[in-house]
């Protein structure tokens, strides 16, 4: 607690605020990941903590980072970038799984059995 | 105001290591295989903005590095795995 440096008193608020927002939407988006009910609702909910969570939390990091050094640092740029292009191919990439997934099971389930209920999408 | 600063780290490390403990809950019981990658993936990104907030506390860079290292390793791990999950293998 005792060991954050001494930086000064705005600059330090809106790396609190920023820090508070960012680790707040991740958390969100994590509880939204564990409430959610079919798989295609709960992939929208961890891209809350993927694009503004990593975005608020790494504006606190250059802010911070800055004020220390007395300098623009803004490596964390990097971290954003990254993760705003990756997320979406990753997304798609799954969705497309899961959906190539659904309709392999839907039709060994109607070629074994004709007329059975459909399978719960769960 | 530094007291501010210092609180709020400890309220996002605590609430990041919550929302790591839901995404490990998704990869344990995730009904099926692609909700357990989305947990991965989920845990991989908590786990990245953790080492941000360590940075801050520790005032040390290093830790900027790592987290760029887990966001790589995430991304290459999340598409192997969905990849294996649309065609079986990884490398065709």
Do not use: W
Request: include cysteine; aromatic fraction near 10%.
């Amino acid at each position: 607690m005792s060991n954050v440096a001494e930086i000064s008193a705005l600059s330090g608020f809106f790396t609190a605020a920023f820090l508070l927002l960012g680790s707040a939407l991740a958390l969100i988006g994590s509880l939204g990941l564990l409430r959610l009910r079919s798989f295609y609702e709960r992939v929208h909910a961890p891209t809350l903590g993927t694009t503004l969570g990593v975005g608020c939390i790494a504006m606190s990091s250059i802010i911070y980072f800055s004020t220390l050094s007395g300098q623009f640092v803004f490596h964390e740029v990097l971290i954003v970038l990254f993760v705003t292009v990756t997320t979406p191919i990753t997304l798609m990439v799954l969705v497309r799984a899961a959906l190539f997934r659904d309709q392999t099971e839907r039709q060994d389930a109607s070629s074994t059995s004709i007329g059975s209920s459909p399978r719960p999408r769960e | 105001m530094n007291a501010l600063l210092a609180y709020s780290l400890t309220f996002a490390q605590i609430s990041l290591g919550i929302a790591m403990i839901c995404a490990a809950y998704r990869i344990l019981r995730g009904p099926r295989a692609q909700d357990r990658v989305l947990g991965l993936d989920t845990l991989y990104v908590n786990v990245m903005l953790m080492l941000l907030v360590f940075g801050i506390k520790s005032g040390s860079t290093l830790y900027f590095e790592m987290g760029l290292v887990v966001a790589l390793l995430g991304f290459v791990g999340t598409v192997a795995l969905a990849k294996f999950l649309l065609r079986g293998e990884v490398i065709e």
